[in-house]
Every structure is written in C-alpha cells, then in structure tokens.
T-cell receptor, first 116, second 114 residues
C-alpha cells in the first residue's frame, strides 16, 4: 500500500512566522504535489515536483515555496504566514513523471493550519 | 483550459436511498482521464475510480456505479442503497495533457441520515 504521511495533523502559527509542512511518501513515486483545500473551492494546486530539486508552480503559488531535496520528501514553506493561509493542506504523490496526468494520486491525511 | 464542475454543493439523503453525484468536465484533449475520490471526516482522500476517455462503458463496483457520457461531458457517480458510512465529501477530477497534475472539482458533501 502507498503511504503518504504529513508531519502534523493540526498546526497553529502566528502571523509572520515561517512555517514548514513536511510530506513523505514510501513508494518511490516521482511526482509529489501540494494542494490547499478550502470550503467551496475544492482542491487547488500550489506546487508540484516531478523530480528531486525540480518544481513547477500550480494555480496558487503566491506566498509559498517548496523544497525537494530527496525523492521521498516534499516540503511546503510559508515564508511569512498570513491569516489568509489558514486552510487544510494536502500532500499527494503519483508514480511516473511522464504520466502525471493519468496516474492515480495518493493523498496524505492533511494538515489543518491555523494562522492567528 | 481544464475545468471540472460539481454543481451540487451538499446533498442530504436518508439511509437506503439512491443518490447520484454529478460531474461535468471541460477539456480540449481527446485523451484524458477522469477520477473520483472520497474524503471521509478523517480528511484523507481515498481513490475510488479512474476512467480514460476511450472507455465509455459504465462501471459498477458493489453499491457504486459510474456513468461516463462523452456527449454531455459528464462522469456521474451513483451510490445505491446509501449507508451512513457513505457520508463524506466526494471529488471529481480530470487529468489531461494540459498540465502535469489533476484538476479537481469543488466537491459535493453527502450526508446520509440514519
């Protein structure tokens, strides 16, 4: 079974703090994704990565950065957290770079981030 | 551009009722993939089904069935004899060559009352 884990289920941070959300997958997948989920908006793609040190912007990259130093780990960074970044953050992975649009994505349990 | 529309924001049914969740998609590609995911209260999205654009056969898996109609760009999901455990948010998603990621709809929250 594919396992995608996220470092925290719940996180509370203050405005202006630097926030790190970590995601690890154990199936040697090439692709990893960070989504943000808000009521009525569904899942919106923030960034994705198809290889170590490679990244591409998604639909809403502003205010976020990512890091992929190892194949199994993909980090989402909020450089200076703001209240409008309060949301549920979901990490996902899928097997193959060349078929990223056809492969099933496997999701972690999510991190509910509150920025005060 | 890719787009997935789930017009039903929330549906409430009583146990044992049948319920259909609608999904309408837009794509310029002739080759594309459609997905359904379930998000129970625990939060983790669970994969339900993947179909490619060349396979329009309806699929049935236990109480779940999917109706794919290219003519109306729809990929609807029906739960027969719903149960309380079906209560969740359900997402439809589209994958096409336009980008290397899936495009998700806004989700439909299904509440099954005992």
């Amino acid at each position: 079974d594919v396992k995608v884990t996220q470092s925290s289920r719940y996180l509370v941070k203050r405005t202006g703090e630097k926030v790190f959300l970590e995601c690890v997958q154990d199936m040697d997948h090439e692709n990893m994704f960070w989504y943000r989920q808000d009521p009525g908006l569904g899942l919106r793609l923030i960034y994705f990565s198809y290889d170590v040190k490679m990244k591409e912007k998604g639909d809403i990259p502003e205010g976020y950065s990512v890091s992929r130093e190892k194949k199994e780990r993909f980090s989402l960074i909020l450089e200076s957290a703001s209240t409008n970044q309060t949301s549920m953050y979901l990490c996902a992975s899928s097997p193959h770079r060349r078929s990223a649009y056809t492969d099933t994505q496997y999701f972690g349990p999510g991190t509910r981030l509150t920025v005060l | 551009a890719q787009k997935v529309t789930q017009a039903q924001t929330e549906i409430s049914v009583v146990e044992k009722e049948d319920v259909t969740l609608d999904c309408v998609y837009e794509t310029r590609d002739t080759t594309y993939y459609l997905f359904w995911y379930k998000q129970p209260p625990s939060g983790e999205l669970v994969f339900l089904i993947r179909r490619n654009s060349f396979d329009e056969q309806n699929e049935i898996s236990g109480r779940y069935s999917w109706n794919f109609q290219k003519s109306t760009s729809s990929f609807n999901f029906t739960i027969t004899a719903s149960q309380v455990v079906d209560s969740a948010v359900y997402f439809c998603a589209l994958g096409d060559t336009g980008r290397r990621a899936l495009t998700f709809g806004s989700g439909t929250r299904l509440q099954v009352q005992p």
